[in-house]
C-alpha cells in the first residue's frame, strides 16, 4: 500500500504543487486548506486529490483533522507543514494581532500539526516532517517581524524535533524557499517585485512552486534518512547560510 502524506495549505500556491508531485511519486495525498473552498474544490476536481479543511492556528482541529485523514486514508507517514500567512508592516506599524496571527499560523502551526502525528510515527518507527519556513527567516526581512520570528523559529524546532526523532525513524528536515511566484507574492506591489526583488535573485527570476516541490519529495523518500535537521535553501542563489 502506498504511504500516506500530508500537506497543509496543500490545495493552492506551493502546497498544491507539493501535493501534486507527492502524488505522482506515488503517495496517497491529503491536502489540507484553511477556508477557500472554491480553490479546494477545483484542485480536488483537477486532481484527484481529497482536501480537508482545518486550520492549523487550533490545535483540537488539527488533531480531530489528523484523525479524520487517518481514518479515511491511513497513518499519515509524511507531514508537509507548508500553511503560511503574511501580515506584513514595519514593526512600528505592526498589530498585537498582526503578530498573533502569523505567530499562531506559521508556528504553532507547525506544532499543532506535528504533535498529533509524532506517537504514531515513534510506534511505527517511521516518519518525515518537512516544513516549510523561508529564506527570510533566515535572513530576517524589514517589514516582517512577526513572519521572520516565525519561520526563524520553524527552523530551531525542525533542528530540536530531529534529535528527538532520530532513533525512532523519523527525520525532520526544512526548506527555505526564496521568493517563489505565488499568490502571496504576486500580492507585492509589481514596482516593489520587478525593480527591488528580483534583481536581488542572481538568477534573474521567481522560482517555481514545483521547484519547492521537487525538494520535498527528496526529502520524504524512505533512502533520505540519513538526512535530518537540515534546511535546503531554493532561493535562486540570493542568500547563504
Ligand atoms: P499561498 O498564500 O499561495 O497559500 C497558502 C496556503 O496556506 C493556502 O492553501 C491556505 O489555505 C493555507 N493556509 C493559510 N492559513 C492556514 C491555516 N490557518 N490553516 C490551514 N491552511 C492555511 O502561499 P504560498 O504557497 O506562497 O506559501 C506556502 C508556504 O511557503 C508558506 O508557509 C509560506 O510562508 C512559504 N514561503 C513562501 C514563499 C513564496 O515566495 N511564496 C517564500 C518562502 C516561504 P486556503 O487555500 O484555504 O487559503
Known amino acids: 500500500m502506498s504511504k500516506v502524506a500530508l500537506v497543509t495549505g496543500g490545495a493552492r500556491g506551493i502546497g498544491a504543487a507539493i501535493s501534486i508531485a507527492l502524488k505522482n511519486a ?3 495525498v491529503a491536502a489540507n486548506y484553511a477556508g477557500n473552498d472554491e480553490a479546494a474544490e477545483k484542485f480536488t476536481a483537477e486532481t484527484g486529490i481529497k482536501t480537508y479543511k482545518w486550520s492549523v492556528a487550533d490545535y483540537d482541529a488539527c488533531a480531530a483533522g489528523v484523525a479524520q485523514v487517518e481514518a479515511d486514508l491511513g497513518p499519515v507517514a509524511v507531514l508537509v507543514n507548508n500553511a503560511g500567512i ?9 498589530t498585537p494581532q498582526m503578530w498573533k496571527e502569523v505567530i499562531d499560523t506559521n508556528l504553532s502551526g507547525v506544532f499543532n500539526m506535528t504533535h498529533p502525528i509524532w ?3 515513534r510506534d511505527r518507527k517511521f516518519g518525515r516532517v518537512i516544513n516549510i519556513s523561508s529564506i527570510n527567516g533566515q535572513k530576517g526581512q524589514a517589514g516582517q517581524a512577526n513572519y521572520s520570528a516565525a519561520k526563524a523559529g520553524d527552523l530551531g524546532m525542525t533542528k530540536a524535533l530531529a534529535q528527538e526523532g532520530a532513533r525512532a525513524g523519523i527525520t525532520v528536515n ?8 505565488t499568490e502571496m507574492v504576486r500580492a507585492i506591489d509589481e514596482k ?10 542572481p538568477v534573474g527570476r521567481l522560482g517555481e512552486p514545483e521547484e519547492i516541490a521537487r525538494c520535498v519529495v527528496f526529502l520524504a523518500a524512505e533512502d533520505a534518512g540519513f538526512i535530518t535537521g537540515a ?4 532561493n535562486g ?3 547563504f547560510v
Do not use: S, W
Open 26 to 28: 506515488g503517495y496517497t
Open 119 to 121: 506517537g504514531g510515527m
Open 231 to 234: 534546511t535546503i535553501t531554493a
Open 86 to 94: 503574511t501580515r506584513d508592516a514595519m514593526f512600528h506599524k505592526m
Open 237 to 239: 542563489g540570493q542568500y
Open 192 to 201: 516593489v517585485l520587478n525593480e527591488r526583488i528580483i534583481p536581488q535573485i
Open 174 to 181: 526544512a526548506i527555505c524557499p526564496g521568493y517563489i511566484g
